[in-house]
């Protein structure tokens, strides 16, 4: 199994600004996924980052908005830019499991609040 | 569009009862489906997997079924104990992609 951690596990933003979002791994992973989570809703994948190259994001979510950087294989960033409270959710990052059992493991999560 | 849908309204069944929650998809042929748990505050931790060519997975008292004609999977819990409240999420794969349904919360009261 996989060991992920997130910076800052929750914050309060004022409209306008930007936050940015760690996700730490214990081990070397090639792909990451960024997840965000609305107040009582499931999870929306954002994007998926690869090391060495541009993330591929999801229909409804852009670069401009929610940019991504992965350095290396055990490390990503999530970049809120520009947030409204609409912004307000919880940020998940996850990597893929073993490929032998297809599974995913979670961070426990970035809690956003715009204000 | 791809759809996945969970019983919104919450699962309450009394300690030693079988919970039975369902996931059904539409506009996908998903290769596998995962189930999980999440409780407050914390991501989803993964608890089974059964793939298309799968009828059933058993892991202690959690049950998956996978019907592909249907377009559903069955997840229950024998036995059930307070210790299993919280909410349970159905994810598909989608080419290494996973997309998740909005969850139903299961309460046991003891």
């Known amino acids: 199994s996989a060991v992920i951690s997130q910076k800052p596990s929750r914050d309060i933003c004022q409209r306008g600004t930007s936050l940015t979002i760690q996700c730490q791994v214990d081990s070397q992973v090639t792909m990451m996924f960024w997840y965000r989570q609305q107040p009582g809703q499931s999870l929306t994948l954002i994007a998926t980052?690869?090391?060495?190259?541009?993330?591929?994001?999801e229909s409804g979510f852009v670069i401009d908005k929610f940019p991504i950087s992965r350095p290396n294989l055990t490390f990503s960033t999530l970049t809120v830019s520009n947030m409204s409270p609409e912004d307000s959710s919880i940020y998940l990052c996850?990597?893929?499991?073993?490929?032998?059992?297809?599974?995913?493991?979670f961070g426990p999560g970035t809690r956003l609040t715009v204000l | 569009s791809q759809k996945i849908e969970q019983n919104s309204e919450a699962l309450n069944i009394q300690e030693g009862k079988t919970a039975t929650l369902t996931c059904n998809y539409t506009n996908y042929s998903p290769a596998y489906l995962q189930w999980y748990r999440q409780d407050p505050g914390r991501g989803p931790v993964f608890l089974l997997l059964?793939?298309?060519?799968?009828k059933e997975k058993r892991k202690e008292r959690l049950k998956v079924t996978f019907d592909t004609t249907l377009k559903q999977s069955l997840f229950h819990i024998t036995a059930s104990q307070p210790a299993d409240s919280a909410t349970y999420l159905c994810a598909l794969d989608n080419f290494n992609k996973f997309y998740f349904g909005s969850g139903t919360k299961l309460n046991v009261k003891p």
């Open positions: 059964i793939r298309e060519n799968e």
């Open positions: 996850s990597v893929e499991g073993d490929r032998n059992t297809d599974t995913q493991y």
């Open positions: 980052a690869n090391q060495g190259s541009e993330a591929t994001y």
